[in-house]
């Protein structure tokens, strides 16, 4: 076989590439080096060419090419191993190349899917369009022979869509005119389009190809377009009417009578700008904090395309938690603990003394506050809450507004003394308040003490003590020495025991107002006595009329405390409002909630008292008392600095009239003279009265717009003297004080020899040296007298008038604070006349 390819291969060679023979090679094997030039060419994967080069392995063996050394075999083992490489070599590269082969073929495949599909795309697009203008032509022709029916049916309507034609060509094609124009601006509209995809469309034509939306584009598809242009159609007109366009879902609204926007927003799952905006549109100018009535609130509803579903006014309450607490829950609680007695029997000296026991040595030194409640802890480690403001008034009065506030009632009676009517009193409070009680015979350090008689005085109110046998506990004490003060808090610890006193202190806090005052400085505080849960620093709630946010508290140790657990008490800043004593503190979960409660509330009250004043408005009883000359009633609103004044007013406002007059306290309450105290006089034409507090500047507005009289009293006698003499219609003549002007204080200077100077600037009206001064912190009265000096520049004056700036120093009186406001008056004896 080898010779066959020999000669095959030699005979190919001499005849193609006779230049390549190197003639000078030895004789006979000539040939054979012309082969192996050509085995070279081998490599080409050409299976008849291999086969010569296996042929040239012979030739190759020209011993005078050997390199030295190297035997036959050796020789031959080496071609051979030479050619197999070769041969991979081969192999390799044909793979190399068939395999770039098959990925040109590949990216030349996914170029003309992409080209296919892009172009499928562009078929689509230009499909919906085309599909578009002909339902657009064809709304438009509907729209054209309704119209024109329309016209053919009322010549009035005719006469109107004339003018609509450009020609006017007769009225029997009255909108022509206008489609033409239509057809036109279609014709511009697909000029316009043409220039971009006219290649696009004409290659979509060419492809042939049916797509989905072609298929759909068909004749099939005409009813349904009709269809969606109504339905377009109808989109449009509801946008125009200011209507929502979108599918939503209907929701059941919850509305008490009164909500406020953020809530009825919420409610309703809207955006509170658009729900603020539609009462824009009502012509409501209200905020999102601002609460409207239930029928507006229906009417937003309504727009917004939901159901109402009307709830009672005191369903805004259900949000406090009224859940029963499981009695796993349930952990014990210290007792609260009141003193009640007579009066002089030793209760305030009782509580000091109690209170002093409790202070360890450190802190003796410490400031202690009064904050109308204290805890103690008694030598065995029992904790007891007293609360501080001693007398069954303030107890009757927390029972009144629903609080139950005291567990145990310590009755004080004086050992010298015995049982008096005020001790007899304060057992039936305590027994219809059923609360267990404990005597504290106190002033046992007396010589005249007679405890024994106390015990069998008790006797005849049916308190049989222990030392008679009885079931009630019995100590004797004295506040002064400090006797039986142990005895008497063990005593109270036993009771609490056998109550089982406990309280979940897990949950959210609820609790009852012991004092608040509008503080100083501070805004309105309040003793809160928490008794189920815990208040935490920052918890929201509403109490009564009022809400807030706990921004820090303080225990009765005048300590910040982060808080309070069942049966502490705790001075609570953080209130938009002050409260009244026996208000109930919840806690609630959102500020609107907390709102809302507060202003329904506030509501409630305002609603209940303009009942009770409508029909008792002055000009009606005025009118009544003119005609049957019986009962006549004085209504007055009444404002004052603290709860002890305010509450002291209305007892001698009470005591005030006879059979024929009668003053009746519209309100009470402590702090300025608001707008809303305005409106409730306004209402039943009442007179506000401000004892040491001041109108706020919005409430001057409106008492001046209503024509309300603000009276402001320093002295209770003189208010009382007003009152009667007004309520019995004996109107003398006054002296009555005139506004003459407020000066704000800038700056406090301090003058030798003369003391402080307020720098001030007069912001209303003129400051006079004659006038009677008042200094006013916060629109509470904190001092009255007359001015020592009214300097200007140095100058002493007589007058300021109102945007000049004036220095001027009080009599006797130096408590002055930038910041502070100077009221001026003058006083001047006028005819009496009441509203
Ligand atoms: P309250 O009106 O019940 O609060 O009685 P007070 O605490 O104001 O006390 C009236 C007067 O009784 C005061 O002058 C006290 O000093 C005095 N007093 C109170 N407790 C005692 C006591 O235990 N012994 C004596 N000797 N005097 C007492």
Redesign the pocket.
């Known amino acids: 076989m080898s010779d066959t390819d020999g000669k095959k291969t030699l005979g190919l060679r001499s005849g193609s590439q006779p230049g390549h023979v190197k003639q000078s090679f030895s004789h006979g094997r000539t040939k054979s080096v012309v082969v192996e030039t050509k085995r070279k060419r081998v490599v080409v994967p050409k299976p008849g060419e291999g086969k010569g080069g296996s042929g040239s392995g012979r030739v190759t063996g020209d011993p005078s090419r050997r390199p030295a050394g190297i035997s036959d075999a050796e020789l031959e083992r080496r071609i051979q191993a030479l050619q197999i490489a070769k041969a991979r070599e081969a192999e390799d590269a044909a793979r190399r190349k068939a395999e770039e082969e098959a990925r040109a073929k590949e990216r030349e495949r996914r170029r003309a899917e992409l080209e296919a599909k892009e172009r499928e795309e562009r078929e689509h697009q230009e499909a919906l369009k085309a599909k578009a203008e002909e339902e657009a032509r064809r709304a438009r022709e509907a729209e054209e022979a309704a119209r024109k029916s329309a016209a053919a049916a009322d010549p009035t309507n005719a006469a109107a869509a004339q003018p609509l034609a450009e020609d006017g060509r007769g009225g029997s094609k009255p909108g022509s005119g206008s489609r033409r124009a239509d057809r036109e601006a279609e014709e511009r509209r697909n000029a316009d389009n043409k220039g971009s995809k006219g290649a696009r469309e004409a290659s979509g034509r060419r492809s042939g190809k049916l797509t989905l939306s072609q298929a759909l584009n068909g004749e099939g598809g005409r009813q349904r377009s009709m269809a969606q242009m109504k339905r377009k159609q109808e989109r449009q007109r509801q946008k125009m009417m200011g209507k929502q366009d979108r599918e939503k879902q209907v929701r059941e609204v919850q509305l008490p009578e009164t909500i406020v926007v953020q809530e009825l927003a919420n409610r309703m799952a809207e955006r509170v700008g658009a729900v603020v905006k539609s009462l824009m549109n009502m012509g409501m100018m209200v905020t999102q904090n601002e609460a409207i009535d239930a029928d507006t609130a229906e009417l937003i509803i309504e727009e917004f395309g939901h159901k109402t579903v009307r709830v009672s006014d005191a369903d805004v309450e259900q949000v406090i938690d009224t859940v029963e607490d499981k009695p796993e829950d349930m952990e014990p609680r210290p007792p609260v603990i009141t003193i009640m007695?007579?009066?002089?029997?030793?209760?305030?000296?009782?509580?000091?003394?109690i209170r002093n026991t409790s202070v360890v040595s450190g802190e003796a030194g410490g400031i202690t506050q009064h904050i109308g409640a204290y805890q103690v802890t008694t030598d065995s480690g029992s904790v007891l809450t007293f609360l501080d403001t001693?007398?069954h008034a303030a107890f009757t009065s927390m029972r009144a507004r629903g609080a139950q506030v005291t567990d145990i009632v310590v009755l004080?009676v004086?050992a010298d003394d015995s049982v008096m009517p005020q001790t007899v009193e304060a057992i039936n409070h305590a027994k219809a308040a059923n609360v267990p009680m404990i005597v504290a015979i106190?002033?046992?350090?007396?010589p005249g003490a007679n405890p024994d008689k106390v015990r069998t005085s008790l006797l005849q109110h049916e308190i049989v003590v222990e030392k008679l046998s009885g079931d009630v506990q019995d100590v004797e004490?004295?506040?002064?020495?400090g006797?039986g003060l142990d005895q008497l808090l063990e005593a109270i610890a036993l009771q609490a025991e056998i109550l089982e006193l406990k309280a979940n202190p897990n949950r959210a806090a609820e609790g009852a107002v012991i004092e608040a005052q509008l503080d100083v400085g501070r805004g309105p505080v309040a003793t809160v006595l928490v008794q189920k849960g815990t208040l935490h620093q920052g918890d929201i709630f509403v109490v009564g009329e009022q809400w807030g946010k706990v921004r820090a508290m303080e225990n009765d140790r005048g300590e910040r405390v982060k808080e309070a657990g069942p049966s502490v008490p705790v001075e609570v800043l953080g209130l938009n409002g002050t409260p009244e004593a026996g208000d109930v503190l919840n806690v609630v979960e959102t500020e609107a909630q907390a709102r809302e409660i507060a202003s329904y509330r506030e509501q409630a009250a305002k609603d209940k008292r303009a009942a009770a004043g409508a029909a008792t408005t002055l000009e009606q009883l005025m009118a009544k008392a003119k005609a049957d000359k019986s009962v006549s009633e004085l209504p007055i609103v009444v404002k004052a600095d603290v709860q002890g004044s305010a509450e002291a007013i209305v007892q001698s406002m009470e005591k005030i009239g006879n059979d024929e007059v009668r003053v009746r306290v519209l309100h009470y309450g402590v702090g300025a003279i608001t707008e809303s105290d305005i409106g409730l006089a306004e209402a039943s034409g009442a007179p506000v009265i401000g004892f040491n507090v001041r109108a706020n500047a919005s409430a001057r507005n409106a008492a001046n717009q209503k024509g309300v009289e603000i009276r402001y009293y320093s002295v209770i006698y003189d208010l009382v003297d007003d009152v009667k003499a007004a309520a019995s219609g004996l109107l003398s003549n006054e002296i009555r004080e005139n506004f003459i002007g407020y000066a704000e204080i800038r700056e406090v200077f301090k003058v030798t020899g003369v003391g402080k100077v307020a720098g001030c600037l007069i912001t209303e009206g003129v400051a006079r040296r004659s006038a009677g001064v008042r200094l006013l912190r916060d629109n509470v009265v904190i001092h009255e007298g007359t001015l020592k000096t009214l300097k200007r520049f140095k100058d002493e004056v007589a007058e300021v008038p109102s945007g000049q700036e004036c220095g001027m120093a009080f009599e006797n009186y130096e408590d002055i604070r930038a910041g502070d406001v100077i009221e001026l008056f003058t006083r001047e004896e006028v005819v009496r006349e009441l509203n």
């Open positions: 007695g007579h009066v002089d029997h030793g209760k305030t000296s009782l509580l000091d003394a001693p007398g004080v004086a106190n002033k046992c350090d007396k004490v004295s506040a002064i020495t006797k």
